[in-house]
Antibody, heavy 121, light 113 residues
């Protein structure tokens, strides 16, 4: 079964750090670009970051640039999001998503269940 | 950045009736070299992650019922549910994947009238 499972969320004080993980299974992880998308409570979807299949290319939303770092370990089939200098406005459910371009879809065809990050004092 | 604007923000439709959601992009998402519109539609039910419904503006994802259809090109797109079922109650999002940031529309909440 094709699956993405996020972990690493939790509560943290403003200025703190967290590292999210996304474990992939059921497909050849190293073939796919991957993304992080977040959703604040009761709000819409916001794209956060993407990484190429080999990890050589990364892009970020302006709101997280310089604070968040996306990375991957293809040997471990795992995607990461290192989040530093966290702010209250980073509070959200964080989803990892697979980019379907390898299958000529382009859109985000597989999503994890999400992990909640709460930034509060 | 490409801004995505959906309308309406919410919609109430009777069971069996047609539901139509509009999505407009601030610039074209049609890539001329392959003539594809880099536009997707997602469905999100409460407590669940989004689910891909439509990609390339009009291609239905495998397993998605054929009552869902996407249309449009360039900057104007539409998601149509031809005959609303109870299980279609959800929030629907469009998204452009033409250029980063891959922005989503604000969402349209679909309810039963």
């Amino acid at each position: 079964e094709v699956q993405l499972v996020e972990s690493g969320g939790g509560s943290v004080q403003p200025g703190g750090s967290l590292r999210l993980s996304c474990a992939a299974s059921g497909f050849t992880f190293s073939n796919y670009w991957m993304h992080w998308v977040r959703q604040a409570p009761g709000k819409g979807l916001v794209w956060v970051s993407r990484i190429s299949s080999d990890g050589s290319t990364t892009n970020y939303a302006d709101s997280v640039k310089g604070r968040f770092t996306i990375s991957r370990d293809n040997a471990k089939n795992t995607l990461y999001l290192q989040m530093n200098s966290l702010r209250a406005e980073d509070t959200a459910v964080y989803y990892c998503a697979r980019d379907g371009r390898f299958l000529d879809r382009g859109a985000f065809d597989i999503w994890g269940q999400g992990t909640m990050v709460t930034v509060s004092s | 950045d490409i801004v995505m604007t959906q309308s309406p923000d919410s919609l109430a439709v009777s069971l069996g009736e047609r539901a139509t959601i509009s999505c407009k992009s601030s610039q074209s998402v049609l890539y001329s070299s392959n003539n594809k519109n880099y536009l997707a539609w997602y469905q999100q039910k409460p407590g669940q992650p989004p689910k891909l419904l439509i990609y390339w503006a009009s291609t239905r994802e495998s397993g998605v019922p054929d009552r869902f259809s996407g249309s449009g090109s360039g900057t104007d797109f539409t998601l149509t549910i031809s005959s609303l079922q109870a299980e279609d109650v959800a929030v629907y999002y469009c998204q452009q994947y033409y250029s980063t940031p891959y922005n989503f529309g604000q969402g349209t909440k679909l309810e039963i009238k």
